[in-house]
């Protein structure tokens, strides 16, 4: 029996007693420089006239007009251009407007708009270009004169 209460007491002696360990974590970030856009060429129609029926007016990302329905009669027409700067090497995405008005005597829509980034483009060395173009919608009678607009461009980190 006095060896079954001293077992009991050696049981109860371990019973508070808990293993333990302790390590250290590590915490790092990395701080990019922002990404920033800016536009270095204006995306442009040229020169145009309706025929009577509605039309529209495109432009490539390379830069190339093409008409439906519309006289081309000239001008500069050129897509938009953008640099953009950021991290070295750092993934990227292109936010794109579906459509904006252009106001003069009378409106327009711009929409179709696209760009030649590709799905997942990257700063090379810290820089890119990116082209824009879109299509532009004529009215039937379009009001002569100058048609102005501004549409949004977004970037951001991927």
């Not at 974590?25 to 129609?45: C, D, K, M, R, Y």
């Not at 579906?98 to 711009?110: A, F, H, K, N, Y």
């Not at 708009?113 to 483009?121: E, L, N």
């Amino acid at each position: 029996m006095q060896k079954i209460i001293i077992g009991l007491m050696l049981s109860l002696l371990f019973i508070g007693v808990a293993s333990a360990a302790d390590t250290i974590g590590t915490a790092s970030v990395e701080v990019l420089s922002p990404i920033a856009i800016a536009e270095t060429q204006a995306l442009n129609f040229g020169n145009i006239s309706p025929t009577g029926t509605a039309g529209t007016v495109a432009i490539s990302t390379g830069g190339v007009r093409s008409n439906s329905n519309v006289d081309l009669l000239g001008g500069l027409p050129t897509q938009a251009i953008f640099a953009i700067t950021g991290a070295g090497n750092a993934a990227f995405s292109v936010s794109l407007p579906s459509s904006v008005i252009l106001t003069g005597p009378e409106t327009m829509t711009v929409d179709s708009f696209v760009h030649d980034a590709g799905a997942s483009p990257a700063l090379s060395s810290g820089t890119a270009t990116v082209n824009v173009g879109a299509t532009l919608n004529v009215n039937a009678t379009q009001a002569p004169g100058t048609y102005t607009g501004t549409y949004s461009v977004s970037v951001n980190y991927q």
